[in-house]
Antibody, heavy 117, light 112 residues
Framework: QVQLVQSGAEVKKPGASVKVSCKASGYKFTNYPIHWVRQAPGQVLEWMGWINTATGDTIKTQRFQDRVTFTRDSSANTVTMEVRSLKSEDTAVYSC??????????WGQGTLVTVSS | QSVLTQPPSVSAAPGQKVTISCSGSSSNIGSYDVSWYQHLPGTAPKLLIYENNKRPTTIPDRISGSKSGTSATLGITGLQSGDEAHYYCATWDGSLSVRVWVFGGGTKLTVL
């Protein structure tokens, strides 16, 4: 069955960077895009962007254009998201999902990133 | 502030029916298909409805979706305690130079 397994929780200091990985299994990795969303405490789901797993092309929202990078390793069926220059407001649960029929068909379990001095 | 507007909360008794609305605009719901998700604390969201009114094979037919113009609705009949969760609508929005995915603000369903 399809699974998206994310890396574990992280605690970072302001100004640091964090990488969160999303390892896919159970389907052909390059056939479907992977998206990233986050949910800060008490806030709504916020879409960050997506990566075309076949080409590596990425789209990110304006808010994350300069600080966020998505990469993929097709040999490992893994997508990685990096957030740089972390701020306390970046404390959130970060999740990946596979899109299919323009829907978030399968989700990772979520990764809590805490930014605290 | 979400581009898609949902009521913050809805409630109904077990066995009853509830509907959750999702209001948008011509650049999102009016142009693209809507999907719906159930989110329980500490778990990954679950897809309930795709392409406005279709259910994945694992979702029971007491869950339904519809879309009209710039609004969409999720319906749940035969409410159960296990339905108590947050529900989100989502779609694409084409108002900017690139298409972006947008979520509603979420609706907390309470089964009384």
């Amino acid at each position: 069955q399809v699974q998206l397994v994310q890396s574990g929780a992280e605690v970072k200091k302001p100004g640091a960077s964090v990488k969160v990985s999303c390892k896919a299994s159970g389907y052909k990795f390059t056939n479907y895009p992977i998206h990233w969303v986050r949910q800060a405490p008490g806030q709504v789901l916020e879409w960050m962007g997506w990566i075309n797993t076949a080409t590596g092309d990425t789209i990110k929202t304006q808010r994350f254009q300069d600080r966020v990078t998505f990469t993929r390793d097709s040999s490992a069926n893994t997508v990685t998201m990096e957030v740089r220059s972390l701020k306390s407001e970046d404390t959130a649960v970060y999740s990946c999902f596979r899109s299919y029929y323009d829907s978030a068909w399968d989700w990772g379990q979520g990764t809590l990133v805490t930014v605290s001095s | 502030q979400s581009v898609l507007t949902q009521p913050p909360s809805v409630s109904a008794a077990p066995g009853q029916k509830v509907t959750i609305s999702c209001s948008g605009s011509s650049s999102n719901i009016g142009s693209y298909d809507v999907s719906w998700y159930q989110h329980l604390p500490g778990t990954a969201p679950k897809l309930l409805i795709y392409e406005n009114n279709k259910r994945p094979t694992t979702i029971p037919d007491r869950i339904s979706g519809s879309k009209s113009g710039t609004s969409a609705t999720l319906g749940i009949t035969g409410l159960q305690s296990g339905d108590e969760a947050h529900y989100y609508c989502a779609t694409w929005d084409g108002s900017l130079s690139v298409r972006v995915w947008v979520f509603g603000g979420g609706t907390k369903l309470t089964v009384l």
